[in-house]
């Protein structure tokens, strides 16, 4: 179940997704995002449906790979699915105890998973396109302006991106240790809830143990090479925009203008 999980990972490909500006890439998730709840019909998610499979083609990574980080997130999916199919009131379809299906109910249920798949598919699609380096390059450079107001972008832009770097590295990890207390005998499959939750201390607490030593000897490595901070440090390779961002940010604003228009008029 750990290596189902692809935010993080990159995927390396010859693409022109890959090529973009990672502040394009961010730019352009954050605005899917926000489609994602614009949308409220049918016109809509059909919209960033046509949208999202157009960019995975572009991407030219494997739709498998990309659908494999859904796995991670099946219960979620269940619980919120479940929570709006059987608690929203309306015209009732099914009734059976004390549950009941409405349309509204059902609307709902679907218009959810469809938000939640994408949500992931889409966030996967950021990470799997763009390096550790190019990503927190791409949020100090679009953050920047809250400079100004004292925040420090840079640190914030390398914490954020030393954490999604360390999800595939610790999902690894997880499924070395699990493997191996299996060998000694642990079952972390059969029993009760309370007895699956008791065989989980031998896989925490090694687990625990590596990413403290992880980070330690992250902090030893970045103070030996006498780094302080992201002021006045130059870039090898300096973020700037090309045809290709211009032509993407111009569709961004048009999907956006279209998603909007379908939540008003339709």
Same mark, same amino acid.
């Given at each position: 179940?750990?290596?189902?999980?692809?935010?993080?990972?990159?995927?390396?490909?010859?693409?022109?997704?890959?090529?973009?500006?990672p502040?394009?890439?961010?730019?352009?998730?954050?605005?899917?995002?926000?489609?994602?709840?614009?949308?409220?019909?049918?016109?809509?998610?059909?919209?960033?449906?046509?949208?999202?499979?157009?960019?995975?083609?572009?991407? @030219?990574?494997?739709?498998?790979?990309?659908?494999?980080?859904?796995?991670?997130?099946?219960? /979620?999916?269940?619980?919120s699915?479940?929570?709006?199919?059987?608690?929203?009131?309306?015209?009732?379809?099914?009734?059976?105890?004390?549950?009941?299906?409405?349309?509204?109910?059902?609307?709902?249920?679907?218009?959810?998973?469809?938000?939640?798949?994408?949500?992931?598919?889409?966030?996967?699609?950021?990470? /799997?396109?763009?390096?550790?380096?190019?990503?927190?390059?791409?949020?100090?450079?679009?953050?920047?302006?809250?400079?100004?107001?004292?925040?420090?972008?840079?640190?914030?832009?390398?914490?954020?991106?030393?954490?999604?770097?360390?999800?595939?590295?610790?999902?690894?990890?997880?499924?070395?240790?699990?493997?191996?207390?299996?060998?000694?005998?642990?079952?972390?499959?059969?029993?009760?809830?309370?007895?699956?939750?008791?065989?989980?201390?031998?896989?925490?607490?090694?687990?625990?143990?590596?990413?403290?030593? @992880?980070?330690?000897?992250?902090?030893?490595?970045m103070?030996?090479?006498c780094?302080?901070?992201?002021?006045?440090?130059?870039?090898?390779?300096?973020l700037?925009?090309?045809t290709?961002?211009?032509?993407?940010?111009?569709?961004?604003?048009?999907?956006?203008?279209?998603?909007?228009?379908?939540?008003?008029?339709?």
């Amino acid at each position: 179940m750990f290596r189902e999980i692809t935010l993080g990972q990159y995927y390396p490909a010859d693409s022109k997704i890959h090529r973009l500006d990672p502040r394009t890439k961010l730019f352009g998730t954050m605005i899917f995002i926000i489609s994602l709840f614009i949308a409220d019909n049918v016109w809509g998610y059909g919209i960033a449906t046509a949208a999202l499979i157009l960019v995975i083609r572009m991407t @030219r990574v494997p739709v498998r790979f990309i659908l494999r980080g859904l796995k991670a997130v099946l219960i /979620l999916l269940l619980i919120s699915v479940s929570f709006n199919l059987f608690l929203t009131s309306g015209r009732v379809i099914v009734k059976f105890w004390i549950f009941q299906i409405t349309e509204e109910g059902v609307r709902l249920a679907v218009f959810m998973a469809i938000r939640l798949i994408y949500l992931v598919v889409g966030s996967s699609l950021m990470t /799997l396109t763009t390096t550790p380096n190019q990503l927190t390059d791409g949020l100090e450079k679009g953050l920047g302006f809250l400079k100004r107001l004292k925040v420090p972008v840079h640190e914030v832009a390398m914490m954020m991106s030393i954490a999604l770097r360390f999800i595939p590295i610790l999902v690894e990890e997880t499924d070395k240790i699990m493997k191996a207390q299996m060998a000694r005998g642990a079952d972390f499959e059969s029993g009760n809830l309370m007895q699956r939750a008791k065989a989980m201390v031998p896989l925490l607490v090694p687990l625990f143990v590596s990413a403290f030593r @992880r980070a330690t000897d992250l902090a030893m490595a970045m103070e030996a090479r006498c780094y302080r901070g992201g002021e006045g440090r130059t870039k090898m390779k300096p973020l700037h925009y090309e045809t290709g961002d211009r032509a993407a940010y111009t569709l961004l604003a048009v999907y956006l203008a279209v998603m909007a228009a379908c939540r008003i008029y339709l």
